[in-house]
């Protein structure tokens, strides 16, 4: 079985421990950054980085997708839908990563299928936007629409605040993504599914409202209640995904799922496990790749 890591980065504590993981079971894995993938129509082969042939891949984890222009992305995502036909199995699903790296999309289809997610308004106008503050109580918490580890995002509680930040954002041709700010007292919960099954969670704790590891927030262990664990395996099945973490705040007791990341890490919840969370996700994709899924 032959498995690429869609990444760029041999090194990186999550790359070494994938191919190492792989090479443990015996299966032959390479690194395949996405932006050295070509691609043939009419000849072969389909797929290709730099001189090397794809085609007789079993699978692609995907780690890391890296943004750029809309060409540019478009494409990437069109990569893995072309491997997908050749009969690759992708995890996770291009469909799926889509769903997920778009907030507001993510949040609209958690709604629907009965998921607790925080208020929240988009917009794109200036006007509308100051509007929708209002109505969030003067204390909201703005996201780019795409983004990850927690960055671009802004606490915002005062209407001049919200001006100046409104109006740069209008500036960039940016939606207007205001979620309501949920106090927590800095700590949330992530929690670690795969194939359909939560492996482990963790608190995450911080001196500010960030909590996210990579932001300095530091990891404690967590053990969720039954309905907790249901919850998030409900809100990857929503997106489709066959691995995920799902961020989490309480109000009144009550969970609100903020995020769902489409390719998240475990660096920080693998220091407070005893779960070989590296090990679960790489079972479920050859698991998934002998399946033909």
Not at 157 to 186: C, K, M, N, W
Request: with cysteine; hydrophobic share 40%.
């Amino acid at each position: 079985m032959k498995v690429g890591i869609i990444s760029n980065d041999a090194k990186e504590w999550h790359n070494k421990r994938l191919l190492q993981a792989l090479g443990d079971r015996g299966v032959e894995a390479y690194l395949v950054p996405i932006t050295r993938i070509s691609s043939w129509i009419g000849a072969s082969p389909r797929l290709k980085a730099r001189e090397y042939p794809l085609d007789d891949y079993d699978a692609f984890l995907v780690r890391r997708v890296p943004g750029g222009s809309v060409e540019q992305v478009f494409y990437r995502m069109d990569l893995l839908r072309r491997a997908q036909d050749l009969g690759i199995t992708v995890m996770n699903k291009p469909q799926s990563i889509e769903k997920a790296v778009d907030k507001y999309y993510t949040c609209s289809l958690l709604e629907d299928a009965g998921v607790p997610v925080p208020k929240t308004f988009v917009t794109q106008s200036f006007a509308t936007a100051l509007q929708g503050f209002r109505e969030l109580g003067g204390k909201v918490v703005v996201k780019p629409l795409f983004g990850s580890l927690g960055l671009g995002m802004l606490r915002v509680e005062s209407l001049d605040l919200a001006y100046r930040v409104f109006r740069a954002l209008e500036h960039t041709r940016s939606i207007y993504y205001l979620q309501e700010y949920v106090p927590h007292g800095g700590e949330d919960v992530r929690i670690m599914v795969v194939g359909g099954e939560v492996v482990d969670a963790m608190k995450r704790r911080a001196e500010s409202w960030k909590t996210n590891i990579s932001g300095g927030g530091t990891p404690y262990p967590y053990t969720p209640e039954p309905a907790l664990k249901e919850l998030a395996v409900r809100a990857c099945e929503v997106l489709g995904l066959d691995y995920g973490g799902v961020d989490v705040v309480f109000r009144g007791g009550q969970p609100l799922v903020l995020e769902l990341n489409s390719t998240p890490g475990w660096r920080g919840l693998q220091s407070v496990s005893k779960q070989d969370i590296t090990g679960r996700i790489v079972d479920h994709l050859l698991d998934k790749a002998r399946r033909g899924g």
